[in-house]
């Protein structure tokens, strides 16, 4: 489960509205548990967790999946979708950590 929520920082971190095709984001949890995800545009996801769908709340920062693996939501502090850039997460199950967009693809 926390490595879903680390897919889940992924996702909300990559899915601003200015991303087009893909975007990877790796995520660095508290636990240890860290995950990389690959988001694309048409609102499913990739990752070794398993694969599923989502959902970005943009005036929440807030992203939901839906999995095989996870079912839950993440909250960005500050979401973006440019390679490089870093947010703080939570997750509605605890987790927490950075996600940081390492690839985009348009």
Known sequence: MKRTALTLAAISICAAPAFAGSITIK?????GNDQEAVFHDDG????????GTYTYDEDASKMCIESDAYNGCLTFAEPGNEVGHASAYTGDNGASGTATV?????
């Open 44 to 51: 499913t996801m990739t990752s070794a967790a398993g694969n």
């Open 27 to 31: 995520f660095d949890s508290d636990s």
């Open 102 to 106: 390492i690839a985009a693809e348009e």
